[in-house]
């Protein structure tokens, strides 16, 4: 498997593309946000660059869901393992692409993941207990990447459900792994400045091109505002601003701002893998998209 990630405006999917072209490849997304069908402007999903020389790219783990439904890391890494089978199958290359760290990670690294049953006992353990005194039992039970899991009451109550499935059951979560070798990670970075500008004309860009008009029709498809600003970013403030909550210019200047220190934690998360020894090669955005594939391709000695 060849893995492409990076930072978002970081033109991924174009370099991912080119080389599935090159080489006889097809595209698995690892976009926690692009599963969901009609939720396009927003993510950056532009099926349009899936075509290279007029040649169809195949692609996977895009439009798969309707907006609203619950997609976790288990339903990602079972999708992602089924669809490099799939493409294994056909006798061509998996390309992971995408820059949702922890998707990424869980396929790099191999987590082992089960589908847990729910445990009726536990559950009436623990049920006397508050949200903060479940999130500091769960704190215990493993390392938080971010607040997803402790978001609600049900959520960390299935969160800890599944820890301890693990802890009780370590055979079966260890037979679970699914170890992909050889891969080849590849990351594309650009200054911080250049990052910044890119960042800022694509929203421009979005905005002017339907993004609050998007929303709006998954508003009027019957999904809630709540949802909406659970996926965050552009779907979070177009919601606040199609309440009225913010004006057009408030809505452009935080969510600039949101976008800029997304991007600053997705380089942290991918600087982290480094340091526990995940090794990417990093390639320089700047250049051609071309000279990015032919590096690509050389490195692997295709």
């Known amino acids: 498997m060849i893995v492409i990630l990076g930072p978002t405006a970081t033109g991924k ?3 991912a593309t080119r080389l599935a072209a090159t080489i006889n490849g097809e595209i698995i997304s690892a976009d926690s946000r692009q599963v969901f069908r009609g939720m396009d402007i927003g993510t950056g999903k532009d099926l349009s660059e899936y075509m290279v020389d007029e040649t169809p790219i195949p692609y996977h783990l895009i439009d798969i869901v309707d907006p609203g439904t619950e997609y ?16 294994v199958a056909h006798g061509n290359m998996p390309i992971l692409c995408g820059g ?29 207990l508050s949200l903060d005194q479940l999130s500091e039992m769960l704190a215990k039970l493993k390392k938080l990447h971010n607040h997803t899991d402790t978001e609600s009451r049900e959520r960390v109550l299935r969160a800890i459900e599944i820890e301890t499935f693990y802890r009780d059951y370590p055979q079966k979560v260890e037979n679970s792994r699914k170890v992909i070798e050889p891969m080849a990670i590849f990351g594309i970075y650009f200054d911080r400045e ?12 979005r905005l002017e091109n339907g ?8 508003v009027d498809r019957g999904v809630s505002h709540e949802r909406l600003q659970k996926y965050g970013l552009e779907y979070k403030y177009v919601s606040l601003y199609l309440q009225n909550k913010l004006s057009y210019d408030a809505l452009f200047e935080e969510l600039n701002i949101a976008i800029h220190q ?5 380089t942290t998360w991918f600087r982290r893998m480094e340091k526990n020894g995940i090794s990417i090669v990093w390639l320089d955005g700047s250049w051609s998209i071309d000279e990015k ?9 295709i």
């Open 262 to 266: 997304f991007a600053k934690r997705q």
């Open 100 to 128: 949702t760290g922890l998707y990424l990670e869980s396929v790099i690294r191999a987590y082992p993941i089960v589908e847990v049953p729910m445990n009726e006992a536990l559950r009436t353990r623990l049920q006397p």
């Open 72 to 87: 976790s890391l288990f339903n990602f890494q079972h999708d992602c393992y089924r669809a490099y089978d799939e493409i």
């Open 293 to 301: 594939v032919q590096k690509i391709v050389n490195s692997l000695k």
């Open 211 to 218: 993004m609050i008009e998007e929303v709006q029709r998954i």
């Open 13 to 15: 999917t174009a370099i």
């Open 194 to 205: 250049v990052i910044r500008q890119r960042i800022t004309q694509r929203l421009k860009e």
